[in-house]
C-alpha cells in the first residue's frame, strides 16, 4: 500500500504561535512578541501597539517592567501582564 499523505485542517501556524494563542497560564513569562502579537505568525496581540510604543511605555512606566532572564534575554511575568489588562477592562 502507497504511503498516504495526510491532510492537516489547522492552518499554517508555528509551534510557537500555537503555544501561546491567548490561553495564557497562571504563572511564568511572556516574550514580547507573545504580548504585542506576531503577524508572521498569525499571534494576535494581547495589548495591541507596537514594538516601539510599548518600549517606550515600558521605559516611561505605562507598562510593567521586564524581567532579565539572561544577558539578552527579557520576558515579563504572566500575572503583570494580566493585573495590566485587566485594569484597562479586558478580560484575560
Given at each position: 500500500m502507497k504511503n498516504q499523505?495526510?491532510?492537516?485542517t489547522q492552518p499554517n501556524v508555528s509551534a510557537r504561535s500555537q503555544a501561546s494563542l491567548h490561553v495564557l497560564p497562571e504563572t511564568g513569562f511572556l516574550r514580547l512578541w507573545q504580548i504585542i502579537g506576531d503577524k508572521k505568525?498569525?499571534?494576535?496581540?494581547?495589548i495591541p501597539v507596537?514594538?516601539?510604543t510599548f518600549?517606550?511605555?515600558?521605559k516611561s512606566g505605562?507598562?510593567?517592567?521586564?524581567i532579565n532572564l539572561g544577558s539578552r534575554t527579557v520576558a515579563w511575568k504572566v500575572e503583570d501582564i494580566k493585573l495590566f489588562i485587566n485594569s484597562l477592562g479586558g478580560l484575560v
Open positions: 499523505q495526510v491532510m492537516d505568525n498569525n499571534l494576535p496581540a494581547l507596537s514594538r516601539t518600549l517606550n511605555g515600558v505605562k507598562y510593567p517592567k521586564p
